[in-house]
């Protein structure tokens, strides 16, 4: 079974930008989770869909949106980049998101703001 | 008081030891609890899940549940040079949460 894809693997962009980070969950799996990862703060949870609906959301601004498609692929935008926006974009699959599910991490995306 | 905490280490253990790894959480209504590996550069794969009191083994890992102390740990028999990296203690509060991690704990498993 393939695992979960993440496109691209880096990017580089300058302040004031937007991005758009994609993700493919391991097939079967509905649920989809977004992470963003700093050396600061660790490993902080964006945001979760489920059957194109955002169900849990975390702690962080506006810029940073999502959505899923049908075939619940998934992606992730952030607008007007910012130099903290710098980091590894981690998303997740699991098979329904329930908390006895196990989540299953694609290989991220390295987002360098300059 | 963090949500997750761990000794961020090193942690230190000489090929062959049982390296042990701990980990407290704050919220008693969490259910469910994973340990995670990540090395240098790439992204946390998954290597214990644990939802009831006591122990679950899976090969050289054992992870150990005690939610009245609000503790989890893991424990790795025969530690290998090759278990050199970060692991990553995560949380799930609630029926249908997010992930909450700490801060992991870095393992350095010496030849």
């Known amino acids: 079974k393939a695992g979960v894809t993440q496109t691209p693997r880096y990017l580089i962009k300058t302040r004031g930008q937007q991005v758009t980070l994609s993700c493919s969950p391991i097939?079967?799996?509905?649920?989809v989770s977004w992470y963003q990862q700093t050396p600061g703060q660790g490993l902080q949870f964006l945001f979760e869909y489920f059957s194109e609906t955002q169900r849990n959301k975390g702690n962080f601004p506006g810029r940073f949106s999502g959505r899923q498609f049908s075939n619940s692929r998934s992606e992730m935008n952030v607008s007007t980049l910012e130099l903290g926006d710098s980091a590894l974009y981690l998303c997740?699959?699991?098979?329904?998101?329930?908390?006895?599910?196990?989540?299953?991490f694609g290989p991220g995306t390295r987002l360098t703001v300059l | 008081q963090k949500e997750v905490e761990q000794n961020s280490g090193p942690l230190s253990v000489p090929e062959g030891a049982i390296a042990s790894l701990n980990c407290t959480y704050s919220?008693?209504?969490?259910?469910?609890f994973f340990w995670y590996r990540q090395y240098s550069g790439k992204s946390p794969e998954l290597i214990m899940s644990?939802?009831?009191?006591g122990d679950k083994e899976d090969g050289r890992f054992t992870a150990q549940l005690n939610k009245a102390s609000q503790y989890v740990s893991l424990l790795i028999r025969d530690s290998q040079p090759s278990d050199s990296a970060t692991y990553l203690c995560a949380v799930i509060r609630g029926s249908q949460g997010n992930l909450i991690f700490g801060k992991g704990t870095k393992l350095s498993v010496k030849p």
């Open positions: 644990i939802y009831s009191n």
């Open positions: 919220d008693r209504v969490s259910q469910s």
């Open positions: 997740a699959s699991s098979w329904i998101g329930l908390a006895y599910n196990e989540q299953f």
């Open positions: 097939s079967g799996h509905r649920s």
